[in-house]
């Protein structure tokens, strides 16, 4: 058994009931068991985000956001249904905004003229 820092999970990918936990450092961690052992947990915190029904992506290290896929931070692929595609659209935006929300308010907000 191991600890992982969830802002440390690019995203997580079911195989053959195992799970492979993608890391930002590279590392890919391998771990038997469902998807719905942990999806609870990680849907439960923000930016979590199920894009297919065998990954689960941390929204943190989404680079680009493509029809039929996204790309992380470390440049992997990971496949987005047709289905989840304008939800995951929808959410990636909401989580942009937030995040630059965030840095302008970390920053004093405002504009300098």
Known sequence: M???PYGKIEFIE????KL???LTDGRIR???GSLAEFEQALLSRPGFLKVHRSYLVN???VQE????ELVTASGRRVPVSRTAYPQVRTAYTQFLFSEAEDLAQSKGGGLLC
């Open 20 to 22: 492979y936990f993608y």
């Open 14 to 17: 079911v195989i053959a009931k």
């Open 65 to 68: 956001l493509r029809p039929g």
């Open 59 to 61: 929204l943190q290290w």
């Open 2 to 4: 191991f600890s992982l």
């Open 30 to 32: 391998e771990v038997p």
